[in-house]
């Protein structure tokens, strides 16, 4: 492969996205000798995150400045990221494969022509070639595929590719750029947030996350205590959002958030399908449920059968005390 691997990173209420820099990781295990490039888009200030880029293992970076990207758009954001693809002529890409990753990815790759490999979990050797692996069929099967012609542009599922270490002694070169962009034909105005409390559930590490078996919003009280002690998240199930227990926005599965924490402890969830293909792949999966035949131990490293309501508090009580 040539020398170049631009890395497209994420930003969020003016910070990179840990994702961003899981990206420069899975960049040099697709060519380790490449120059990795760091490219952050926004309005103002970029010039601490492009360095940023640079601390986590870019070698330099470069900063698409314009007020027309302040807000992500699928129309803004690939016209910058075209202008920049077109100057640096890279062999591969990479971005997070996250809302706006899906989005702008195969905008990008039909513009250039090229193919894409989306929600890689993980990059492997084959001699000189990147293998990349990725779930298929709602998480039952991978797949190995490799890229024969183009551009390696690929997306990488968030927490499965660990960011090397963030080293504020790495040095290079922090270009900040205006980037022209013509008019948008949609235009955000703005962005009415949903109201929400604690750890983001897509970059969680730990996720407490409830079902039906929880039985009511006031059931859901002992998971987020729960959560609160382990530093987690909450989730739920679709059965828990059906039976209005809990927003939709904390779904997990295969029409919610798909999720790789280190740590999903799931309550009163029975494992139907839908619900493994958002958090199978977490890397120690805990189940906690009075069905012993419930389908969720199957998925489990360690299961504990019982009434939720009686385990929840016991472990609350539990790890405070570890913590002490
Ligand atoms: P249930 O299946 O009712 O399980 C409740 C569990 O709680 C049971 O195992 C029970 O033993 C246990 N329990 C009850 N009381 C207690 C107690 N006191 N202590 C301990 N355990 C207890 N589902 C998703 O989750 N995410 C999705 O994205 C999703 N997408 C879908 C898409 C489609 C097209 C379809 C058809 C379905 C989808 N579903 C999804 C729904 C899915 O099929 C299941 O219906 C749903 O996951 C069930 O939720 P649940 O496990 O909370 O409820």
């Known amino acids: 492969?040539?020398?170049?691997?631009?890395?497209?990173?994420?930003?969020?209420?003016?910070?990179?996205?840990?994702?961003?820099?899981?990206?420069?990781?899975?960049?040099?295990?697709?060519?380790?000798?490449?120059?990795?490039?760091?490219?952050?888009?926004?309005?103002?200030?970029?010039?601490?995150?492009?360095?940023?880029?640079?601390?986590?293992?870019?070698?330099?970076a470069v900063a698409l400045k314009n007020e027309k990207l302040k807000l992500y758009t699928p129309e803004g954001y690939?016209?910058?990221?075209?202008?920049?693809i077109e100057k640096e002529a890279p062999a591969g890409i990479v971005m997070?494969?996250?809302?706006?990753?899906?989005?702008?990815?195969?905008?990008?790759?039909s513009k250039l022509g090229t193919g894409l490999i989306s929600d890689v979990t993980e990059i492997e050797s084959d001699g000189d070639q990147p293998v990349f692996i990725r779930p298929i069929y709602s998480g039952k099967a991978f797949e190995k595929k490799v890229i024969t012609d183009g551009i390696t542009f690929v997306t990488i599922r968030p927490n499965n590719i660990a960011a090397l270490k963030?080293?504020?002694?790495?040095?290079?070169?922090?270009?900040?750029?205006?980037?022209?962009?013509?008019?948008?034909?949609?235009?955000?105005?703005?962005?009415?947030?949903?109201?929400?409390?604690?750890?983001?559930?897509s970059e969680a590490s730990v996720?407490?996350?409830?079902?039906?078996?929880v039985k009511s919003a006031d059931g859901f009280k002992p998971l987020y205590e729960l959560a609160e002690v382990l530093g987690g998240a909450v989730g739920a199930s679709r059965g828990a959002c059906d039976a209005d227990y809990c927003d939709y926005s904390l779904q997990i599965g295969q029409t919610g958030k798909v999720v790789t924490p280190?740590?999903?402890?799931?309550?009163?969830?029975?494992?139907?399908?839908q619900?493994?293909?958002?958090?199978?792949?977490?890397?120690?999966?805990?189940?906690?449920?009075?069905?012993?035949?419930?389908?969720?131990?199957?998925?489990?490293?360690?299961?504990?059968?019982?009434?939720?309501?009686?385990?929840?508090?016991?472990?609350?009580?539990e790890i405070k005390e570890i913590k002490k």
């Open 96 to 109: 997070g494969h996250t809302a706006a990753g899906k989005d702008l990815t195969p905008k990008i790759a």
């Open 207 to 213: 996720i407490v996350s409830g079902g039906r078996g």
């Open 262 to 273: 280190d740590l999903y402890i799931a309550v009163g969830i029975s494992g139907a399908i």
């Open 166 to 201: 963030a080293d504020s002694s790495r040095t290079g070169d922090v270009l900040v750029e205006d980037v022209e962009i013509t008019d948008l034909r949609t235009v955000i105005k703005d962005v009415i947030r949903k109201a929400s409390e604690g750890v983001d559930l």
């Open 78 to 84: 690939s016209q910058a990221l075209m202008r920049v």
């Open 1 to 60: 492969m040539s020398d170049k691997i631009l890395v497209i990173g994420e930003m969020r209420d003016g910070t990179l996205r840990n994702v961003s820099f899981e990206a420069i990781a899975a960049a040099k295990k697709i060519d380790d000798q490449a120059e990795i490039v760091g490219v952050v888009l926004g309005d103002e200030d970029l010039e601490a995150q492009a360095t940023e880029m640079i601390y986590y293992g870019a070698d330099r």
């Open 275 to 317: 619900h493994l293909a958002g958090m199978s792949n977490s890397k120690v999966i805990v189940a906690i449920n009075k069905d012993p035949e419930a389908n969720i131990f199957n998925v489990a490293d360690y299961g504990i059968v019982g009434d939720l309501f009686e385990v929840i508090p016991l472990l609350i009580e």
